[in-house]
C-alpha cells in the first residue's frame, strides 16, 4: 500500500483541491492567491488553503475525506504549513475544534490583522468562531 505525502500543490494543479472540495459536497474552494496544500494517497485525501495576510498567512479550508479521518491527516498537514512558514498562521475555528488546533501549536489571538478581525467580525454574525495563531519558529 503506497504512504501518503504532504506537498504543495503546484500553480496548474489548483483546480484538483476545488475539484476534491466538490467531490464531498463541501462549500470550501481554493482562490488564485492561496498555497494549496494536500496529503495524497493514490489521490488527494486532505487539503488546506493557505492565503497570505498582512505579515503573515491565513490558513483556511482545512477538509479531510470522512474515510480518512482521525488518522492524523489533519495534524500532518498542518505541521507542514507551520514549518514552511516564517511568519503568523492565523486561522478561524468552531470553539469544539479549539482543543485540536491548540494541540498542534496553535493560541487563542486577540490581536488579529485588521483585515481578519473584520472578517471575524462579519462571520460571527452567524456563526460561533474563535481565532487562533500559531507563531512559527522561523517567526519567533
Excluded at 474552494?29 to 493514490?42: R, S
Excluded at 493557505?50 to 477538509?63: I, K, M, N, Q
Aim: glycine content about 2%; hydrophobic content about 40%.
Amino acid at each position: 500500500m503506497p504512504a501518503t505525502r504532504v506537498r504543495l500543490l503546484p500553480e496548474p494543479l489548483k483546480p484538483l483541491a476545488n475539484k476534491f472540495y466538490g467531490a464531498h459536497r463541501s462549500k470550501m474552494k481554493a482562490t488564485h492567491e492561496d498555497q494549496v496544500w494536500v496529503v495524497e494517497h493514490t489521490q488527494i485525501i486532505a487539503a488546506l488553503c493557505l492565503r497570505p495576510v498582512a505579515s503573515g498567512h491565513w490558513l483556511t479550508s482545512l477538509f479531510v475525506a470522512p474515510e480518512h479521518r482521525l488518522q492524523g491527516h489533519a495534524r500532518e498537514l498542518i505541521k507542514a504549513v507551520t514549518s514552511s512558514c516564517n511568519s503568523t498562521v492565523w486561522l478561524f475555528c468552531h470553539p469544539s475544534l479549539s482543543e485540536f488546533y491548540q494541540a498542534s501549536g496553535f493560541s487563542p489571538e486577540v490581536q488579529l490583522p485588521e483585515q481578519l478581525s473584520q472578517r471575524l467580525t462579519r462571520y460571527q454574525r452567524s456563526k460561533s468562531l474563535i481565532a487562533l495563531a500559531a507563531q512559527t519558529s522561523q517567526a519567533l
